[in-house]
DNA sequence: CGATAAACGAGACGGTACGTCACGTCTTGCC
DNA sequence: GGCAAGACGTGACGTACCGTCTCGTTTATCG
């Protein structure tokens, strides 16, 4: 998510947390082990208080860092919560295929509104895709490490239907994507509703299927 | 968009602006003529400074309202500014019924395509929905005074069309204009993408036709 | 205290304030009802939260008098506590006269010093007396209602001394108003200390035998 | 008169205000510097609109410091007032000792009347006082940094002329300053008079020779 | 005795100050 | 040299009070 990561090493739990219990460090430590506490100390605070609970300056309290050091990392509060929250969520939607395309998009359907509508997770990522609509870095973050992957996710596993008949040939893959996940974050983002089985159920079987009058003839 | 209005009359070109070249007015004033000032000044902060710009201090600032005032009738600046948008763009997107529906509803969502995309009410719109993720007053306000409505007055030519056999007749209105309008919201908000007339083209099609492989009978 | 009082009728038990229990009455009511009402609430407000907690909004909150009617009658918030302190403490120090012109003043000085000192009665007292330095009005009504009153009072029993003899003849009362008092306001206002026995004992002694050298020939 | 001064270094001369015409510093600028800038600012506020004149608003905006930084150095408007008013009238007023202690006391008391007289000092410390009987940070102050130094001049003082036998072995040193300065507060603060040489005669008269009747044998 | 004017309550309004918080910049002192 | 610590200017927040003013209601007074 950070724009630059000279060292090129994610944190890991090898990279020392050891001095803990020690006196309030100062001078020059590794990166990786403050960027660990950082972002660690983040995501409590936004399973917490939500977004506008992440501030610099509650950060560098709570996590030991200083304020120079989160300015040389991330560019703003909002670009380091979507790091910290994508550091935690990350993976927990994978694609099942089991070769019935339109059950494995209801179940994904179903748990992506799970993901988005329990709290506090689905909290914090409502207000990460309002704040990024302010905040230029963080919709940068956003999209490339959130939104295209998970689109191209979606539509590698479209292609293999369409590759075996399930999908007509001319399908328009992404819109397919934007219609099927974009009609959910209407439900969440725009009316403040829950999407509910039904939705999701109609979703997939009015894009396979259409809504027009039965029995005409698709031109 | 406030919560109340006593008088319950919004305020109109007709009420008194009239004391304009006149002392700092202290005082009583009516409480429209104070409003009208007052969405005025923010509509105009709107367009220049975005939705960042509209802060209670630079609003009494500019306005002449002091920030009691502003505190009493609205509950945040999101809020106040939302209303002195709405105020603005309102019925800039009427429903034609041209009695072809597929042309009609690619047609209405181009027109809100482009009001979405254009500067700066498309950015201010965008910042709004991104600010309602946040501020509860904001949301409420937002969903009662556009989402609603608007949903309402496409379901409305939706069911027009049902009517007259150009749609299922268990065809799930509510869902498809999620399908539609959510999917051109999906393209802006989460993925920073404008849509295109093509993509507008394929969710019309989708949603009457399906894509499901051709020549399959419609359950 | 007030400037004016037209009626020119103090509030009397007499005067109704009969509709207590009544809906919150509007309209025109007799002043000296009102007034009562006011200072009534006000000696209560004074008691609890002391002379900053006495603001013309929460008076006119708290007595059901509109702040119209608080400004016809009261300058200021400090005048309107004033008029209500003194109502409420005045009179608590007679002078005596056992004949013993000494003893008097220490025990008139003793009960003057528990006044200034006990909560919340001299907390308000000397509160009073700091605004007073700033606010005019008040100023003016505190030297008129209390300062020159009491002066005069100490100065007549100070004559009567004289004319018996257990001063001197040329013996500046005024000024000696001014140690005895003043030597304790000074302690309280000035130092934050409170006036002991000790001190009373040893400022009436001085006053009366002064403090030069024993033996020296009082020229 | 502020509670702590972590650098413990009182701003000097030295201390740079040089980058006076450069841009507007943003950032942390030695404390020193800015503590000196503030007083400054607030001894002329003071003089030219006393004590309600200075707010921490308006310092921040006159003088550049910003108001959370005034906020850690002062608790309290009237605590910078005081540290301000102390930093410029500061020993203006010095005890001569001619040997004559009552031609001494009298010069110096006339001095003291002069000052707390005389415009603009006189009313900003009038105000001061007043203002200490409610704000606590500011009593403490003023009890510390003025009356408490002020009183230990004039007992000293007083000290050397009993050694001289000049006063009773067992005269009440503090008392007597009680009577002295108190009296003239008491006419100033209480009666909003101004005290004369007369008064100050009387009183340095009674103090030493006591204003019982002639020829009575002292007990 | 009914109309009218005065006094009141309620409270909105423009100002101003309060005290707090976060941002982004900058300096100092450890390590 | 990099980092913590944290002070600094900026500016917004939400609240409180002041003093002015408008409105509708009630009462006392007079035609």
Redesign the interface.
Known sequence: MSTSDPAGNRPTATTSVTARGGRPRRGRRPAAEVRAEVLETVARMLFHG???AVTFDKVAAASGASKTTLYKWWPSPGSLAAEAYFAGVWNELGFDDTGDIEADLASQLRAFVHLMTREPAGRVA??L??????DPDL??A??REY??PR?DEAITRLRRAQDR????AD??L???V??????????I????EEPDD??VD??VR?????????GTA??
Do not use: K, M
């Not at 008949?165 to 007509?168: D, F, M, R, Y």
């Open positions: 939500g977004l506008t409502r207000e895709i309002g704040a990024a609509q302010t919709r940068a956003f999209v939104s295209l689109r008949g399930q999908l007509a399908a328009p992404t819109a397919l934007d219609q099927l996940w974009g009609a959910c974050y209407h439900r983002l725009l009316l403040n039904r939705l109609d979703l009015t894009v396979f299927h259409g809504a027009g009058p039965r698709d031109a």
